[in-house]
């Protein structure tokens, strides 16, 4: 297996040329070079990939979940023996640090696969016993052909997150991998095919969210929408996907807070606080970005903060000692930028970092941004309420429990949250009242795949985890059975 210059559409079980025979530029952002071409698809594309879906529909959805449960295992082996080269093709797709791809990514692609496969092993649906002498029983079939569209900053995890359940549980499926990271998403067709998944059951059609994405969702013969991205994007998805009544999970932005009192355990905290702002250079939706800590505590925890976070170690991201990497685009770095510009006409004062870091000689063209913390911002001002998406944070003190929970909650966010603190009824008490989908304690994104995940509030809506993905991804009916 290898990665290719020209990337390729994966429909009807092949390996084809978009359409429109037109290609995009696909940048390695740590270098700032084209490194290979990414299929410019259009709707006829689409159109293609939905026919070739809902022909494999029937079958697919009528084998037995032995025969799906090995073909999901199957192509969780070949990830799992392709690792090296797929950890590879994500940093170099997406700028973050192959050690980070190798010991996160690709694992948990690999347990996308495996868990659903053996969840659908498991599932059950329901059935009531009436005392009229009736009983209900929920029958869950497949819906169909249905879409996943997945965004950049976890490119294979992400992906895979959507395509395992659906795949298992029997849908057929039409995926977009983000147009600025598709190389895994090609190297797992490549997977599919190697592993004789049937033709049609799983198509990957590359491009344009505009353009690709959009099409996906007005197509008559997709009936379910599983996305994970921007909540612009998520606002516009559910503006077009609702007047067709279709199925929708939306997961989408978040501006976390991480809530640190004097009672916690300071050496596990500041470990893990630096993980949770700077890790995939602070490109993941469940980062801490709003950091809020207790008065008495705050200035040791300043010094001990800017202290670790001014040793991490940025450069190339294929060595494996970086630690942070380059950002996604030349135009996310941009924003990025802007927003620390920003935050310093808010009255944010820069602690660390807030420009472009020098990396060395092969990478001195990439899109790096060093980490950067700020102090002195407003809770309501525009870079602690935006997502910013960055290695940038905001500390802040907070007085007592009731402020803390006051500043946590003023945001319209609400997908996860971090609390520090040995009190474990405080940590109940604020877990109750925090408007986040997701509470860490004394922990960060340790990650079972029963629980539900996702966000309250503009964070998204179809939270689910476990047996509640798979039962998304089905058509519930009663049958009422009278029998006295
Ligand atoms: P975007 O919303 O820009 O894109 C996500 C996906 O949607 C991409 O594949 C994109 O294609 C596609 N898309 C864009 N426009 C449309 C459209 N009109 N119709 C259909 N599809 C479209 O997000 P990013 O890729 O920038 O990802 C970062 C965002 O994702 C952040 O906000 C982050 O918080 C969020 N996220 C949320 C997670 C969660 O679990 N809640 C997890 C991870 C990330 P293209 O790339 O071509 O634009």
């Not at 659908?120 to 869950?140: C, D, P, Q, V």
Request: proline share 5%; glycine share 8%.
């Amino acid at each position: 297996m290898k990665t290719d210059k020209y990337i390729k559409n994966y429909i009807n079980g092949e390996l084809v040329d978009p359409i429109p025979n037109e290609y995009l530029d696909n940048y390695n952002p740590a270098t700032g070079e084209v490194y290979s071409y990414i299929p410019n698809s259009d709707e006829r594309d689409v159109e293609l990939a939905v026919a070739a879906a809902k022909k494999a529909f029937p079958e697919w959805s009528r084998q037995p979940i032995a025969f799906r449960w090995g073909l999901l295992n199957r192509i969780a082996d070949l990830i799992y023996q392709n690792l090296d080269l797929l950890a590879a093709a994500e940093s170099e797709d997406n700028g973050k640090p192959v050690n980070l791809a190798r010991t996160v990514d690709i694992p948990r692609a690999v347990e996308n696969f495996r868990f659903f496969a053996s969840a659908i092993k498991h599932f059950s649906s329901e059935s009531h016993h009436m005392t009229s002498g009736a009983i209900n029983y929920t029958l869950r079939r497949p819906l169909g052909a249905v879409a996943c569209i997945s965004p950049w900053n976890l490119p294979l995890y992400l992906f895979t997150w959507k395509i395992a359940p659906a795949l298992a549980i029997g849908n057929t499926v039409v995926a977009k991998p983000s147009e600025v990271t598709p190389m895994t998403a090609y190297l797992l067709s490549k997977i599919c095919i190697e592993a004789g998944l049937p033709p049609g059951v799983l198509n990957i059609v590359h491009g344009l969210g505009r353009k690709v994405g959009e099409a996906m969702v007005l197509s008559k013969e997709i009936k379910a929408i599983s996305f994970t991205g921007g909540t612009e994007t998520g606002k516009k998805i559910a503006s077009l996907a609702a007047p067709l009544f279709k199925k929708m999970s939306l997961e989408l932005g978040g501006k976390n807070p991480t809530l640190i009192f004097a009672d916690c355990d300071f050496d596990r905290m500041i470990q893990t606080v630096l993980r949770s702002s700077f890790s995939n250079q602070g490109q993941i939706c469940l980062c801490g970005s709003r950091i809020l800590v207790q008065e008495s505590l705050y200035e040791r925890f300043k010094l001990a903060f800017l202290e670790k976070a001014s040793l991490l170690r940025i450069g190339d991201p294929q060595s494996p000692d970086t630690q942070v990497g380059a950002v996604v685009s030349k135009e996310h770095q941009e924003k990025i930028l802007s927003y620390i510009e920003l935050a310093k006409e808010e009255g944010g004062r820069i602690l660390l970092g807030g420009g472009i870091p020098e990396v060395n000689k092969r990478c001195s063209n990439g899109y790096f941004v060093e980490p950067t913390i700020i102090e002195g911002l407003d809770d309501h001002c525009r870079s602690n309420q935006e997502e910013i998406f960055g290695p940038v944070v905001s500390i802040a003190p907070f007085t007592d429990e009731e402020d803390a929970l006051r500043k946590a909650n003023a945001s319209e966010y609400g997908l996860a949250s971090s609390i520090w603190t040995e009190n474990l009824s405080r940590a109940h008490k604020l877990a109750e009242s925090i408007e986040t989908g997701i509470v860490w304690i004394n922990c960060w994104m340790l990650r079972d795949l029963r629980t539900p995940f996702g966000g309250m509030k503009n964070s998204g809506m179809g939270r689910e985890g476990g047996w509640e993905v798979l039962r998304f991804f089905t058509e519930p009916k009663n049958v009422c059975i009278k029998y006295r």
